[in-house]
C-alpha cells in the first residue's frame, strides 16, 4: 500500500546507483557485453531492492512499462531513418552528395565547410538524427576521400548537427526543454544565443584552424578515383537523385510531423531507385529492410555504402526500451530524487546552481539513457531552486539545451550515442574529442552562473525581494 512504501536513505539510493554501474561497466569491460544486455541484467537486478521499500511487483511493472511506452515515437523515428538511409542510398542521393562534394570541396576548409552544412541542414528540419543520416553520412564519405581523419569529420557533423537541433523552433528538444521548465518557446530561444553563438563561433574557428593543417595534402588520389569510378558507373547521378532530399527538407521546414516526412523522404528515394536507377522491387525492399549492401573490392566504397535499412536500428531499439525501463524504476522508487535533492541542499549562488544543474542533466540523462529523460528530470527537479533564486524558467531550460542536447551523442550508451556512431560508422572514442561546441557550451554556461551575466531575473515586489532575501540568509 502507498502508506508502506518508505524513501530510500542517501545510502541506499548510492548504493543502487553504484550497483547499476558496476554491472553494466563490468559485463561491457571484462566479458565485452552489449550495453543492451548489461542494461536489460541491471533492471532486473535492480526490481528486488526496490521492492524492499515496499512497493509492490505490480506496481514496478507498470511503471517500468510506463516508461518504455515513451519509446514509441523515438523508436518510429529511428526505424524510418534506418530505412531512408538505406533508401536514399540505393536511389544515388548520397552517392551524388559524395561524388559532387569530393569534386567542390577543398581539404583545408572541409571541416568548417561540414560544421555550417550540417547546422543548415539541422535548423532547416530541426532533426540532428535525420541530419546525421543524410547529410552527415555523405560528408563522412566526402572527408575519408579528401584524407580527412574520421574523428575529425565526425566531430563537425555533430557538432552542426546538434547546433540546429538546439536551436530550431522544429526541434523536439528545443520545445520539450522550453516546456518541462514553462518558459516561452522563442524567449528560450533567444537566451540560448548567449551561450551557444560564442561556442559556436570558437568551434568554427578552430576547426578552420585544425583543415588549413590539410591545405597542402594531397588526399589518395587513386584511392579517390576508385570510389568516384565506382560511383559514376554503379548510379546514375544527377539533379534527379537528389529529389528525396528536397521533399523530406520541405515537409519538415513545412513543420509536417516528423515520422511522416521521414517515411515519404523514404518513399520518394524508393521511387526514384526503381524508375531512375533502374533496381528491382525486391531489391529495394530488400535494402528498405536489411540495409545496402555491395560486394566491393574497394574498401572506401564497403566503409561508406554498406549500411542503413530497419533491422539496423532494432539495437537502439532495445537500448531505448531498456534505458527507460531502468530510468523508470529508479524514478519511481525515488533513488534518483533522493540523491538529486542532497546535492541541492547546500546551494547558495547561482555559479554552484548552474554547476549542479549540469551535473544533473549529464546524471540523469546518462542512467536514463535518453535526453528527454534528463531534460524532464532536471527540470522538474531544479525548477523550484530557479525559482528560488527569482531566475526565469529560460535559464534552466537554457542549461538543460547547453549540457543535455549537445553532449547526448557523447555518452556512448544512451540512444543519440549509440545512433550516431551507427549513423557515421565511427566509435564514440573517435569523434569525441572533436566534439567542440559540446564541450564549450557549458563552459559559457559557468561562466554566466559564476558572473551573473545574461542570468534573467524575474520582476519582483520589494516585499518578495525581501522575503526571498531573508530565505537565502536561513
Known sequence: MQHDRKKPSL?????????VITIIAVGMIVFAASIQMMLFIAL???????????????????????SMKK?????????????????????????????YGIQSISPQFFLVTTLLFCSIVSLATGSSWATLGTAGIAMMGVGHSLGIPVGMTAGAVISGAYFGDKMSPLSDSTNLSA???????????????????????????????????YGNQVANSAEVAKLTNYLADNFQLGVIPLIPVVILFGLLISKKPAITSIYIGSIAG?????????????GVLS???????????????????????????????????????????????????????????????????????????YFTMGIGGAFSF???????LMKPLYEKFN????????????????????????????????????????????????????????????????????????????????????
Not at 270 to 282: C, D, F, H, K, P
Not at 374 to 380: Q, W
Open 179 to 213: 516546456a518541462v521548465v514553462g518558459a516561452d518557446l522563442i524567449e528560450h530561444i533567444k537566451h540560448m544565443l548567449w551561450t551557444t553563438v560564442p561556442a559556436y563561433v570558437l568551434t568554427a574557428i578552430i576547426f578552420t584552424a585544425i583543415g588549413l593543417q
Open 44 to 66: 532486473l537486478t535492480v526490481i528486488p531492492f526496490v521492492l524492499k521499500l515496499g512497493h509492490t511487483y505490480e506496481t514496478l511493472e507498470e511503471e517500468i512499462f510506463t
Open 11 to 19: 545510502g541506499y539510493s548510492i548504493f543502487i546507483i553504484l550497483l
Open 71 to 99: 519509446a514509441l515515437q523515438p523508436s518510429m523515428i529511428l526505424l524510418g531513418v534506418g530505412i531512408l538511409i538505406g533508401s536514399w542510398i540505393i536511389s544515388g542521393t548520397v552517392p551524388t552528395i559524395i561524388y
Open 391 to 474: 531566475l526565469k524558467p529560460e535559464n534552466l531550460s537554457r542549461i538543460i539545451e547547453d549540457s543535455a542536447t549537445q553532449s547526448c551523442s557523447l555518452i556512448p550508451w544512451t540512444a543519440s550515442g549509440l545512433f550516431t556512431a551507427a549513423a557515421l560508422g565511427v566509435s564514440p572514442i573517435v569523434y569525441i574529442p572533436f566534439c567542440f561546441l559540446a564541450m564549450l557550451t557549458p563552459i559559457f554556461s559557468l561562466i554566466y552562473g559564476i558572473t551573473g551575466f545574461t542570468m534573467a531575473e524575474k520582476k519582483e515586489t520589494a516585499k518578495h525581494a525581501g522575503l526571498r532575501t531573508k530565505e537565502m540568509g536561513a
Open 287 to 361: 535494402v528498405l529492410y536489411e540495409g545496402y549492401f555491395v560486394e566491393s573490392s574497394i574498401e572506401v566504397v564497403n566503409t561508406l555504402l554498406q549500411r542503413g535499412g530497419l533491422t539496423s536500428m532494432l539495437p537502439l531499439i532495445a537500448l531505448f526500451l531498456f534505458a527507460l525501463g531502468l530510468g523508470g524504476l529508479l524514478q519511481k522508487s525515488g533513488v534518483l530524487e533522493t540523491l538529486i535533492i542532497s546535492s541541492t541542499r547546500r546551494i547558495k549562488s547561482k555559479g554552484m546552481l548552474v554547476f549542479v544543474t549540469i551535473m544533473i542533466s
Open 270 to 282: 524508393a521511387t526514384v531507385a526503381l524508375l531512375y536507377q533502374g533496381a528491382n522491387m525486391s
Open 374 to 380: 534528463g531534460a524532464v528530470m532536471t527540470g522538474t
